[in-house]
């Protein structure tokens, strides 16, 4: 069954910082077109970063914009999501999705939920003092 792992989450204060990673479990990402996602509490599911396949293209939401960066490394089958100046409404569960397809640049440039066939299970970030 192909499916992402995620973990780098845990408890931080206010202002600090994590470095999310995703890995596939028993293939290789290099084909694939990568999303990070969150649901809070209460809240639906939101994209907060996408990257192309070969890296070249990234997608932020404004909300994230200048505090999120995802980045791959195809060598070693992991794409990482470094936050900065975490908040406390940056509490979620932090999800990787993953698509191979023909929507997978599509999937990049609208860096919303829906569509993408491959996820992990999520990690917790919980940013509280």
């Known amino acids: 069954q192909l499916q992402f792992v995620e973990s780098g989450g845990g408890l931080v204060q206010p202002g600090g910082s994590l470095r999310l990673s995703c890995v596939a479990s028993g293939f290789t990402l290099e084909d694939y077109a990568i999303g990070w996602f969150r649901q809070a509490p209460g809240k639906e599911r939101e994209g907060v970063s996408c990257i192309s396949p070969s890296g070249t293209y990234t997608k932020y939401p404004t909300s994230v914009k200048g505090r999120f960066t995802i980045s791959r490394d195809n060598a070693k089958n992991t794409v990482y999501l470094q936050i900065n100046s975490l908040k406390p409404e940056d509490t979620a569960v932090y999800y990787c999705?993953?698509?191979?397809?023909?929507?997978?640049?599509?999937?990049?440039?609208?860096?919303?939920?829906?569509?993408?066939?491959?996820w992990g299970q999520g990690t917790q970030v919980t940013v509280s003092s």
């Open positions: 999705a993953g698509d191979r397809t023909l929507t997978r640049n599509y999937n990049v440039a609208k860096c919303t939920p829906e569509s993408w066939p491959v």
